[in-house]
Nanobody, 123 residues
Framework: QVQLVESGGGLVQAGGSLRLSCAAS????????MAWYRQAPGKQRELVAI???????NYADSVKGRFTISRDNAKNTVYLQMNSLKPEDTAVYYC?????????????????WGQGTLVTVSS
């Protein structure tokens, strides 16, 4: 079993900052890409940022220059530093990870999602 537990969401004024964290736990051998997605009310879930195991990153155009994704491989944790927040950043943010886990003596790739954390940016 693998779990992702997110923290750090909340209410912030426009122009403010928040830092999200997501820790993976369970019978994990290693983690490939880790990512943050978000889903605003009435909209589809979208990719916000992604980071590979080697540290390469990619961002949605809407957050480039404002958000930074990072990870601590020793802690199986991914972070999302969000600066200069805008009301349109309001959404539930979900952590996502592609984990290599042992299952019946075989290494398998498992995609795991967190439960989501709400970020609300007031104008």
């Amino acid at each position: 079993q693998v779990q992702l537990v997110e923290s750090g969401g909340g209410l912030v004024q426009a122009g403010g900052s928040l830092r999200l964290s997501c820790a993976a736990s369970g019978t994990i051998f290693s983690i490939n890409a880790m990512a943050w997605y978000r889903q605003a009310p009435g909209k589809q879930r979208e990719l916000v940022a992604i980071i590979t195991s080697g540290g390469s990153t990619n961002y949605a155009d809407s957050v480039k220059g404002r958000f930074t994704i990072s990870r601590d491989n020793a802690k199986n944790t991914v972070y999302l530093q969000m600066n200069s927040l805008k009301p349109e950043d309001t959404a539930v943010y979900y952590c996502n990870a592609h984990c290599n886990v042992w299952h019946q003596a075989v290494l398998r790739l498992l995609e795991v999602w967190g439960q989501g954390t709400l970020v609300t940016v007031s104008s």
